[in-house]
């Protein structure tokens, strides 16, 4: 998975990609991790990591920092469309991101987030806010990639994986409502909430709504048993849109 992180201030973006290892590193405990700068780096070294050869752990991500822009460029770009299909966690980090490597990126079917500030009393501050149903609308608008940055975010702003999983299930439950009920009037949804699960619910067929609602309730019960990790079903999940 190819993840991108970039933004003007330099200090901010560190924080978040911290966050986000963080999160990682509570789901995988012997999650090993390899840092690259683009002023210091083996070329050796790096494209043995990135192509996942290393012996030395089998659960990995690797951050390469400053490399999209400068002469390292060439080394990301060439193997962008081969790292996005593999199991580790790829995260560039970057201050700016010229329009030609952003298309590149997003052809690779990588995912960005850029890191932008608030002025407020003149002083600037990063935006920390999260939407919390902004997971549940990239799941209803079935964007994957979109779900699975909300899902980071999320985690790494220390939301429950329980929290999580609600959010999800009454999104599904409300596509489901709009798509089997005979009357809608009847189900005694706000306007809002029902022009959003009739949009939404497009993006599915009948079976696949079922299914979805069925993985959730499996995925709930199988927790408590003992069986899986919520975390890990809702993001396996999410990755399966």
Not at 1 to 21: P, R, S
Not at 95 to 100: I, Q, V, W, Y
Not at 216 to 233: I, K, Q
């Amino acid at each position: 998975m190819i993840y991108v992180i970039y933004g003007a201030d330099k200090f901010q973006v560190k924080v978040a990609a911290e966050t986000l290892l963080a999160a990682k590193r509570r789901k995988y405990p012997d999650l090993t991790i390899f840092k690259f700068t683009a002023d210091d780096y083996s070329r050796e070294k790096l494209e043995e990591v990135l192509l996942g050869q290393t012996l030395f752990a089998e659960k990995f991500a690797v951050v390469c920092d400053g490399f999209l822009t400068t002469a390292g460029e060439s080394i990301l770009i060439d193997y962008l469309p081969r790292l996005q299909p593999l199991p580790n966690l790829y995260l560039l980090l970057e201050e700016s991101l010229p329009e030609k490597i952003l298309k590149q990126i997003t052809a690779a079917g990588g995912a960005m987030r850029e890191i932008k500030k608030l002025v407020q009393s003149g002083k600037e501050k990063l935006t920390l806010r999260f939407n919390q149903f902004a997971l549940a609308d990239a799941l209803g608008e079935r964007d994957r990639k979109r779900a699975w940055i909300f899902l980071q975010e999320a985690l790494a702003r220390g939301q429950a994986a329980e929290d999580i999983f609600w959010k999800l299930f009454w999104k599904v439950k409300m596509m489901l409502l709009a798509e089997t009920a005979k009357d809608q009037t009847v189900l005694g949804l706000k306007s809002f909430v029902l022009q959003q699960a009739n949009r939404h619910r497009r993006n599915f067929s009948l079976e696949e709504l079922k299914k979805l609602s069925s993985r959730l309730v499996a995925a709930w019960h199988d927790r408590f048993r003992g069986l899986t990790d919520l975390e890990l079903d809702i993001e396996r999940l999410i990755l399966e849109l």
